[in-house]
């Protein structure tokens, strides 16, 4: 299933099971070529542009975005709203620009959700094998947008994040942030990192030229919300710097840091089984566990079938 359009918005889910999803958007006045991989023809278009050979009275026979994207009672950030001319995601009050990407829920094998400008996801990305999410602009996930919703990304292989920003935003204790490999932040600009992550391989926060890459744990929510602060991975867990609420690292290969590390207050919202959680609850805390045996966080089984 491959979708491409100057903005791309899914308020349904994309189901390809045993397939391939492939979501793109691209800036005006671009090629876009589309490539089955083991096939050798492809299909490529272009804008049209006045020099284009069209009947005199030719017109585009589509519908606006607002008329095609949205309908009536949408009440959550799954739904699009309109304000006069410009269509915004219900409930946050992000707006929806040319070249964006909202996806609402994805679940196949293999997908890579690319994006000229911002990638947003509210709801689910669940692979069985790898799952790419590029922004050239901002990839935001987040679960903040609604009270009620939490977002689940879990993939049974590799996940690759990369934008110019990167913006995890996890305050729900239901939230997912799952790898059955490994997991890669990649961004020239300090990755805001609020979710508990879990990995099934290493753990990188990288720069777009593969050195070590800085994140935080940014505070943008209210007192209450349930900030995470903890990493698990089956290998290796490597970044440059971290800034923010208390942290526990445990991973079954090394753990390596090229910069600083710095604790600003306890992580007093944390929930969960950790049996770490009440020393980072009540105490300015770095917790760094490296080659362990078992993790008290472990991977769960892969996502094989939907949920």
Same mark, same amino acid.
């Given at each position: 299933?491959?979708?491409?359009?100057?903005?791309? &918005?899914?308020?349904?889910?994309? !189901?390809? /099971?045993?397939?391939?999803? /492939?979501?793109?958007?691209?800036?005006?006045?671009?090629?876009?070529?589309?490539?089955?991989?083991?096939?050798?023809?492809?299909?490529?278009?272009?804008?049209?542009?006045?020099?284009?050979?069209?009947?005199?009275?030719?017109?585009? +026979?589509?519908?606006?975005?607002?008329?095609?994207?949205?309908?009536?009672?949408?009440?959550?950030?799954?739904?699009?709203? *309109?304000?006069?001319?410009?269509?915004?995601?219900?409930?946050?009050?992000?707006?929806?620009?040319?070249?964006?990407?909202?996806?609402?829920?994805?679940?196949?094998?293999? /997908?890579?959700?690319?994006?000229?400008?911002?990638?947003?996801?509210?709801?689910?990305?669940?692979?069985?094998?790898?799952?790419?999410?590029?922004?050239?602009?901002? &990839? !935001?996930?987040?679960?903040?947008?609604?009270?009620?919703?939490?977002?689940?990304?879990?993939?049974?292989?590799?996940?690759?994040?990369?934008?110019?920003?990167?913006?995890?935003?996890? @305050?729900?204790?239901? #939230?997912?942030?799952?790898?059955?490999?490994?997991?890669?932040?990649?961004?020239?600009?300090?990755?805001?990192?609020?979710?508990?992550?879990?990995?099934?391989?290493?753990?990188? &926060?990288?720069?777009?030229?593969?050195?070590?890459?800085?994140?935080?744990?940014?505070?943008? #929510?209210?007192?209450?919300?349930?900030?995470?602060?903890?990493?698990?991975?089956?290998?290796?867990?490597?970044?440059?710097?971290?800034?923010?609420?208390?942290?526990?690292?445990?991973?079954?290969?090394? *753990?390596?840091? @090229?910069?600083?590390?710095?604790?600003?207050? +306890?992580?007093?919202?944390?929930?969960?089984?950790?049996?770490?959680? +009440?020393?980072?609850?009540?105490?300015?805390?770095?917790?760094?566990?490296?080659?362990?045996?078992?993790?008290?966080?472990?991977?769960?089984?892969?996502?094989?079938?939907?949920?």
């Amino acid at each position: 299933m491959t979708l491409v359009g100057g903005t791309v &918005v899914s308020n349904k889910r994309l !189901n390809a /099971a045993a397939g391939n999803i /492939a979501v793109v958007t691209v800036s005006e006045k671009k090629i876009v070529r589309i490539t089955q991989p083991g096939n050798i023809l492809s299909l490529e278009t272009q804008p049209i542009t006045e020099s284009s050979n069209l009947p005199n009275d030719w017109t585009l +026979p589509i519908k606006s975005l607002p008329a095609l994207l949205t309908d009536g009672g949408v009440t959550d950030a799954t739904g699009l709203t *309109i304000n006069g001319d410009e269509v915004e995601l219900t409930g946050s009050g992000l707006k929806i620009e040319n070249g964006d990407l909202v996806v609402d829920s994805v679940f196949a094998k293999n /997908a890579t959700l690319s994006s000229s400008r911002n990638l947003i996801s509210v709801d689910r990305l669940t692979t069985s094998g790898n799952l790419n999410l590029i922004a050239q602009e901002t &990839v !935001n996930l987040s679960d903040s947008f609604n009270p009620e919703q939490f977002l689940i990304l879990r993939t049974g292989g590799n996940l690759k994040v990369k934008g110019d920003k990167i913006n995890i935003q996890l @305050d729900n204790e239901n #939230s997912v942030f799952q790898t059955g490999g490994n997991l890669d932040l990649i961004s020239d600009k300090t990755i805001t990192g609020n979710a508990r992550f879990v990995t099934g391989g290493n753990f990188s &926060v990288k720069n777009s030229s593969g050195g070590d890459g800085n994140f935080e744990s940014d505070f943008l #929510s209210d007192e209450g919300t349930n900030r995470k602060g903890i990493i698990s991975s089956n290998g290796d867990v490597n970044f440059g710097s971290y800034k923010g609420s208390s942290l526990k690292i445990e991973a079954k290969g090394d *753990i390596n840091v @090229d910069g600083d590390i710095t604790i600003t207050q +306890p992580n007093a919202s944390l929930v969960g089984t950790d049996p770490d959680i +009440p020393i980072l609850k009540n105490n300015s805390s770095l917790i760094l566990r490296a080659g362990l045996s078992e993790l008290k966080n472990p991977v769960s089984s892969s996502p094989t079938t939907e949920d």
